[in-house]
């Protein structure tokens, strides 16, 4: 599935032993798909490969990440992996959806080569409906994560002292009380698929989601990336001396396809 | 998500997400009619898509220019400056079967048919048109993919494809209404090295379905 773009390299560049993969879940507001632009933009990676698959709907465009008239006219297709062996992170870039029935083969030509490509650990980043949340998720931080079994090994205790808060699971039948408890991430697409996977395979995944709902998700994908630097650290993150809080939202650059996200400009007529 | 009167319906997301299917409850009829649907699409196999040649000798057969017209306006392109039956001759077609169109094998059509025809030019054979005015569905266009071009041999070949857009989905700075319209925009490989007739398409502009594919 995965075909490396620099042929000559050939197995040199599919080998990322030790790096950590960044996957974004088609999922609502599309926000793990912005934040993995925002990442793979502001770290100005370099395509390594593309997947090609029958599983997402095809789509092809011109360089999104352009910055000037010479590289703006690379092909862009629907899957492709890009990479930054200085900091060991390879992400995986997702722009189209799931063909209808494809979602699961799709998840399983996944790990398998996640496993093959000798990842250490992946971070899935999605979202999950808000408007599913219950009571007292209502309450607090929309941010939520899950590990795996294998994963929380290694950094579980890390988890604890970013006070981040696990993702709750909630009763297999709503209103009765005593059922057994499961993990539902509505809106999440291809989530909580790849989660179950991985618990099974002993891949070490990591969820990072956000709750949110449709609309200009271009505030989430900013607050789900921060999320996702205070525990890897991708970009510096400034203490801003007025409110004493972490703000990072200048230090992500935002690609130059994120223009017209809401249509075109207004026809002089309609004044 | 609440509506206006009360009741709590599921919000569209603009990711295309399906219910996960385990959820879904469907009636023995919803199944009956999705396994008779399946049946129609996969009755031949390989997604319910299946590519005819003649005359083309053993595949994969030689070819060095391909160009394949998508869509009602581009497949009428090519009929009315570029086909015609004294250069051109009939070498494949395509069958299929969507919820949306069907193809047959014939290969005297009308423009307003759906059809998918191969055409080779007499005078060099290894010039191929495709004229695709059917829809191919988005489970079949991988299918479609590589049922035609696993038939030729790729060393060598230049593909050009032809399709168009609504001008309305175009995304630009000004509104699309003052644009001088129809324009033309093109998308091309690295290892395209010849001159392009119009400007490339800028972003955030992208190509969707068979064309991408």
């Known amino acids: 599935m995965f075909v490396p773009c620099d042929r000559g390299r050939g197995s040199a560049a599919s080998d990322f032993k030790g790096f950590t993969l960044l996957v974004p879940a088609v999922s609502v507001g599309n926000v793990g798909q912005l934040a993995i632009d925002l990442v793979i933009s502001t770290l100005d990676m370099t395509k390594v490969g593309y997947f090609y698959t029958d599983c997402l709907v095809p789509m092809v465009g011109n360089n999104p990440y352009a910055t000037a008239e010479e590289n703006s006219t690379e092909l862009s297709i629907n899957a492709e992996v890009y990479s930054l062996p200085s900091k060991k992170l390879v992400v995986l870039q997702i722009r189209s959806p799931f063909i209808k029935n494809k979602y699961r083969p799709f998840c399983e030509a996944l790990l398998s080569w996640v496993k093959g490509s000798r990842c250490a650990r992946v971070v899935v980043l999605s979202s999950s409906h808000a408007y599913q949340r219950d009571d007292e998720q209502l309450l607090g931080t929309p941010l939520r994560y899950l590990l795996t079994p294998d994963l929380e090994k290694a950094v579980g205790g890390l988890m604890q002292e970013l006070n981040w808060k696990e993702m709750e699971k909630v009763a297999a039948y709503p209103g009765i009380s005593d059922t057994d408890k499961v993990l539902h991430i509505p809106g999440g697409g291809i989530t909580k698929l790849l989660f179950t996977e991985s618990c099974s395979k002993g891949i070490q995944m990591a969820v990072l989601l956000k709750f949110c709902s449709e609309g200009d998700n271009i505030p989430d994908a900013f607050v789900l990336v921060n999320y996702l630097n205070e525990w890897l650290q991708l970009v510096k993150s400034e203490v801003s001396a007025s409110n004493n809080s972490t703000d990072c939202s200048s230090q992500w650059k935002i690609p130059s396809s994120w223009r017209l996200l809401f249509g075109n400009g207004l026809p002089p007529a309609l004044f | ?213």
Not at chain 2, 56 to 61: K, N, V
């Open chain 2, 1 to 213: 998500m609440a509506t206006f009167f009360g009741e709590v319906v599921v919000a569209p997301s603009r990711a295309g997400l399906d219910e996960e299917e385990e959820e879904r409850e469907e009636t023995p009829e919803d199944r009956e009619i999705r396994r008779e649907l399946e049946k129609k699409r996969c009755g031949r196999g390989g997604g319910g898509v299946d590519v005819l040649w003649s005359g083309l000798g053993p595949e994969p057969f030689v070819c060095s220019r391909f160009v394949v017209a998508i869509g009602r306006n581009a497949a009428a392109f090519l009929s009315s400056f570029i086909l015609d039956s004294v250069c051109w001759e009939v070498v494949g077609v395509v069958k299929l079967w969507n919820e949306w169109c069907r193809t047959s094998s014939a290969t005297n059509v009308l423009p307003t048919d759906s059809f998918c025809l191969f055409y080779r030019l007499i005078s060099d054979p290894t010039v191929l048109l495709c004229q695709c005015s059917c829809y191919v569905a988005e489970d079949q266009q991988f299918q479609w993919l590589e049922k035609v071009f696993g038939s030729m041999q790729k060393e060598g070949l230049q593909v050009t494809i032809l399709s168009t857009c609504p001008v309305a989905d175009y995304k630009t700075q000004e509104s699309t209404l003052t644009l001088a319209s129809p324009f033309l925009k093109a998308l091309k490989t690295k290892e395209f090295q010849e001159q392009v007739c119009c400007p490339l398409l800028e972003q955030p502009n992208i190509v969707r379905d068979l064309p991408a594919a």
